[in-house]
């Protein structure tokens, strides 16, 4: 009888997180599968309860100018971005995690510090010294905007990488004649792939992602596919947005793809030790 | 404690005791070398424009005045008696307290959930970062679609079940609300990447000695995982609310501000004054009065976050 009780209490406790857990699911995958259908959805009206299916609205997206000139700029600006980011960040990821030297925490905090800037505030600074610079409507300026954004990644992500590392490694190397910069790119550099490729994944998206900066700097030639996005919101018909949607989220599909098996919770959060 | 073994390291090691002195002088210039690159980018485009605006706040800067004129804290004065500013405060408010609580509880939830060996842990763990992981731009258009009358999912389903299409966005009442929704969906996942990073470090000896001691499952959570979770609770609460001020994408996107300034946020509230309207001086002040207002939370919970870990270890 008490047993009989003690697994009715079970049962229900198991029923109530297993409809828990239904129901966020709900939430957070039911939107997406909405993403899905978009994708091929002609039209979708009341009292319908699936969209008919046709490819037209790709063919339309597809087709047009304006859109496919966003597109190109996305995937020109975002990677610069991201490169240029890379190459000024890695080296004060690594100071960070292996060299010890004065400032090294408030270094630090600065550029953790810096993403809690309010960003439209600083754009209107930032847009004058750009146009004092002739960089207003230029690809350059839009990929100093975008760099911007991925600065917390590029710094905090890499830090935790090489933290990671275990420091015997490299004296090990050393030990045995090995220089500085041999003992980087031959020890360190391949243990750290893994998670450098994560922050670069991180900060392409967030290159990608930029969308107010990008709109004061780059209009009205050097528009990418956010600052689009708006446009096509307002003037076009909305399955225009919905295909264009499916578009702006493929590349971090991909990305999940691609990093899954690096993408460990301890990459994002070890860099926020000081 | 990290200190004390680098000593140990550094005094243990023949290396370094060899190191000729030009060479190890040498290694105290590198750190700032390697520095050098991102901390000129990071001062260029972070730190002078807030110095640039702290000193644009003191001025009347406009589209029609050609020559800016200084006016002390008159622009500050402005924004006391500036009425939007002041609906702008209470939505934000709202704002924060309806997404930062909801979200950190549901990606508390999450985590809880998902950190478990099973055969789906992986694959939903994976599904639930992906809003993460959307441009917030595509993230709000999905929203916005879904919300649009005659055309979204709620509205298709919504109007078979209690019929009558409501305009989310379109109403003061629901607007909020409605951008909310958007905010908590596209954060939780990232949030609950930081539970799960943080339950992995609750040693499972405990769980087992309060088994032992006849704990039940809420026992335990409140008694081991909550507790032993409280650093990464504050700092995912400090990044939530920074995130909740930093919103602005979504209300470009989904309403504008509107309808009648009642989804319009801090940050948009900027956009607006100052590449709509122009009053570059009023932006500034505005800029200020956030910077101040996220420097004071991020303060705040460095202070607790630091004391916490002192606890800890």
Redesign the interface.
């Known amino acids: 009888m008490s047993v009989g009780w003690y697994w009715a209490v079970g049962g229900l406790?198991r029923a109530v997180?297993l409809g828990?857990?239904l129901a966020?699911?709900a939430?957070?995958?039911?939107?997406?599968l909405?993403?899905l259908l978009?994708a091929f959805a002609g039209s979708?009206?009341?009292?319908?309860?699936l969209p008919e299916f046709s490819l037209k609205w790709w063919a339309y997206v597809l087709g047009n100018a304006d859109v496919t000139k966003a597109i190109r700029m996305s995937f020109l600006s975002a990677p610069a971005a991201t490169l240029l980011s890379a190459?000024?960040?890695i080296?004060?990821a690594?100071?960070f995690a292996r060299?010890?030297?004065p400032g090294?925490r408030v270094?630090l905090l600065?550029?953790l510090?810096?993403?809690?800037?309010?960003?439209?505030?600083?754009?209107?600074?930032?847009a004058?010294?750009l146009y004092r610079l002739n960089l207003m409507d230029t690809f350059a300026g839009v990929v100093?905007i975008q760099?911007?954004n991925t600065?917390l990644f590029m710094?905090w992500i890499p830090t935790g990488t090489f933290r990671g590392i275990n420091?015997n490694l490299e004296?090990a190397a050393?030990?045995v004649g090995a220089g500085p910069l041999r003992t980087f790119f031959q020890v360190t550099l391949p243990i750290a792939l893994p998670g450098l490729l994560v922050a670069l994944l991180f900060a392409f998206?967030a290159a990608?992602?930029e969308?107010?900066g990008t709109l004061?700097v780059g209009t009205p030639n050097h528009i990418t596919?956010?600052v689009m996005?708006?446009t096509l919101?307002l003037s076009y018909p909305?399955p225009v947005?919905?295909v264009?949607?499916v578009l702006?989220?493929l590349p971090?599909?991909v990305?999940?793809l691609v990093a899954?098996r690096y993408?460990r919770?301890?990459y994002?959060?070890a860099g926020?030790s000081l | 404690m990290q200190d004390q073994t680098e000593v140990r390291r550094f005094v243990a090691s023949p290396v370094a005791l060899a190191r000729p002195a030009a060479l190890r002088r040498r290694w105290r210039v590198q750190p700032y070398l390697f520095l050098l690159p991102s901390l000129a980018f990071l001062a260029t485009f972070t730190y002078y424009p807030i110095l640039s605006s702290l000193e644009m706040s003191l001025y009347r800067v406009t589209a029609t005045v050609s020559h800016p004129t200084f006016t002390g804290l008159r622009n500050y004065a402005g924004l006391a008696t500036d009425p939007i500013f002041r609906q702008v405060l209470r939505n934000s408010a709202e704002f924060l307290a309806g997404t930062v609580p909801v979200t950190v509880a549901l990606a508390l939830v999450l985590a809880l959930l998902l950190n478990r060996a099973h055969a789906l842990t992986t694959p939903f763990r994976t599904a639930f970062f992906y809003p993460t992981l959307l441009p917030l731009v595509g993230a709000a258009a999905i929203w916005l679609f879904v919300y649009t009358p005659g055309y979204g999912l709620i509205d298709v389903y919504l109007r078979a079940i209690v019929g009558g299409g409501v305009n989310w966005l379109g109403s003061p009442a629901l607007a909020l609300p409605a951008v909310m929704i958007l905010t908590i969906w596209k954060n939780a996942g990232y949030y609950m990447l930081f539970y799960l990073a943080g339950l992995q470090t609750i040693p499972a000896e405990l769980y087992e000695a309060g088994r032992l001691e006849g704990a039940s499952g809420w026992q335990q959570f409140r008694a081991i995982t909550f507790p032993l979770l409280g650093p990464t609770t504050l700092f995912v609460l400090l990044i939530a609310s920074i995130n909740a001020f930093q919103s602005v994408d979504q209300i470009w996107l989904m309403t504008g501000g509107g309808p009648d300034n009642t989804t319009n946020l801090l940050l948009f509230y900027i956009y607006q004054v100052a590449f709509m309207f122009f009053d570059l001086g009023k932006a500034a002040a505005l800029t200020v009065f956030l910077l101040a207002v996220l420097m004071a939370i991020a303060a705040l919970s460095f202070g607790v976050l630091e004391r916490r870990i002192h606890y800890e270890v």
């Open positions: 406790r997180a828990a857990f966020l699911a939430f957070i995958l039911g939107p997406l909405t993403l978009w979708w009206l009341f009292p319908n309860l190459v000024i960040c080296p004060a690594y100071a060299l010890e030297f090294r270094l600065s550029f510090s810096a993403n809690a800037f309010p960003k439209i505030g600083l754009y209107v600074s930032i004058t010294l100093l760099v911007i600065l710094i420091r004296e050393r030990d998206l990608f992602d969308a107010q004061i596919m956010p996005m708006y919101v909305q947005g919905a264009f949607s702006l989220s971090s599909l990305f999940l899954q993408l919770a301890g994002l959060a926020y």
